[in-house]
């Protein structure tokens, strides 16, 4: 049985501009000038290596809002993870 661990990050700042969205996955961009352009990319490279999903959208006021999707299956969750814990694993 899969199901999808959900994420939802949203920042209270301006937001990013239109022409900068599609160079937000992208290694070594950046608009801040101490910037190294590697946080997002990093953060998609983790996510993907566990077939997930990173995107970015607009939310109320253009304030940013970034969502991670990351497939789970119940019967793989850690060990660590104790049977009550597993047993709220439900559906996004």
Do not use: M, Q, W
């Amino acid at each position: 049985e899969s199901h999808t661990a959900v994420i939802k990050v949203a920042d209270s700042g301006e937001g990013v501009p239109p022409e900068h969205i599609s160079n937000l996955f992208v290694k070594r961009f950046s608009t801040k000038r101490e910037g190294t352009g590697l946080g997002l990319i990093t953060c998609k490279n983790i996510v993907d290596n566990h077939n997930g999903e990173l995107s970015y959208h607009s939310g109320e006021d253009s304030k940013s809002i970034f969502e991670v999707r990351i497939p789970i299956n119940r019967d793989s969750c850690s060990k660590s993870v104790n049977d009550e814990a597993r047993e709220n694993i439900v559906p996004a």
